[in-house]
Each structure stands twice: as C-alpha cells, then as structure tokens.
C-alpha cells in the first residue's frame, strides 16, 4: 500500500487536499490541523503521509502531514463505531497530543465536542484506546506520562474535581496542575491552575 506521497500540493478544499504526483493528482482526505500545517505550501513541494482504505465501493485515501497524527487516525479507526469520518472530525478538533491527553485522563465529555461523536462513542474510544497512548501521544509522550503519574496523588486529583465543577476538563487543567509542586494544598493547585489558564496558558 502507499506509506506517503512527496509530491506538488496543488489544491485544498473542505476535506481534502490534491497532491501532484508524477503528473497523477491524488485527492487526499485529510483533518484541519493537517490543511492548516500546508496552507501556506500551495504549489509548494509537500509529504503526505497516507492511509489506503479499500471498500467494495471505493478507494480513498487518506493523508496527513505527520506520522503521529497518521497513526493516531488508524488507531481511532480500530474502536468499534469509529469510521474514517469520525477520525478525521476529532483529529480536525484536537491535536494527537490532546487526544492522547484526553484519553489518559478518561475525559470522555471532551471527545463529544468533535461533530458526530456521541458520548457512547466517546466512552469506546477512551476505553479501548488507554493501553496504547505511546503510539499516538508523540514527541510529549514524557510529558503526559508525569501528568497521569501526578494526577494520582489525592490534592492534584481533589484540585482537578474541583475545577471540573467550574467548568474545565479533566484533560484540560491536569497538564497544567502537573507542573507544580505535588506538596501544594488543593486550594493552591486552584488558584494557580486558575492564574495560568486566566492568562491562556
């Protein structure tokens, strides 16, 4: 099957990109986070990295502008219920770091967020996906790794609830939470947590 394509970006529509190739145009299905890493590459030299989904009906492809965010699309696509569309619309909501955060943390409500994914679906793909976070958590996999070490101590998880009840998610603060000092009290983790993300940190 085709790994990548190096080759012109001629074009970027809706969900798709064009990649020349040989004087061969293939049209890629691809996440936002991808169409806006090669906004700027029009007629420009690119490589994709591409997924090859063959059905009765069709073939498409596949393509993104990393390896991380290819093989975080090929493990969603392995939960039961998740298609490619469903992939690509979290993957065009999230970055593969996020995701891999997201799913460590068993922040199910955040994936809901992506269009077509409903909390059944959400709660498939955290639980059938927490075992394998170094395939897709990338080069911050060390960083995610303290975050979920940190988030069991008893404050930091305390601080986490109680920001959760102010309206942030469990994925969202535990990253910031992570970098303090595990000996701060509850109400310190709060204030500071709340200090950073005050200042969109």
Do not use: W
């Not at 498939?124 to 960083?143: A, C, Q």
């Amino acid at each position: 099957m085709i790994y990548s394509l190096q080759g012109t970006l001629t074009l970027i529509e809706n969900n798709f990109l064009v990649v020349s190739c040989g004087g061969v145009g293939y049209k890629c299905f691809t996440s936002f986070y991808t169409q806006n890493q090669f906004m700027s590459k029009i007629n420009e030299s690119v490589t994709v990295y591409t997924h090859v989904s063959v059905r009765q009906d069709a073939i498409d492809i596949f393509g993104f502008s990393s390896k991380s965010e290819l093989e975080c699309f090929k493990l969603l696509t392995t939960v039961s219920g998740v298609g490619p569309k469903a992939a690509l619309s979290i993957l065009s909501q999230f970055s593969t770091e996020k995701i891999a955060m997201i799913i460590s943390c068993g922040d199910s409500k955040s994936l809901t967020s992506a269009s077509g994914i409903g909390a059944k679906t959400a709660q498939r793909i955290v639980l059938e996906l927490k075992d394998k976070l170094k395939s897709i958590s990338g080069e911050k996999s060390e960083i995610i790794s303290n975050a979920i070490n940190f988030s069991q101590s008893k404050n930091s998880s305390e601080a986490v609830k109680a920001l959760e009840v102010l309206g942030y998610s469990s994925s969202e603060v535990l990253p910031i939470i992570s970098t303090f000092d595990e000996n701060c009290s509850v109400e310190e983790l709060i204030q500071k947590t709340l200090r950073l993300m005050a200042k969109g940190v």
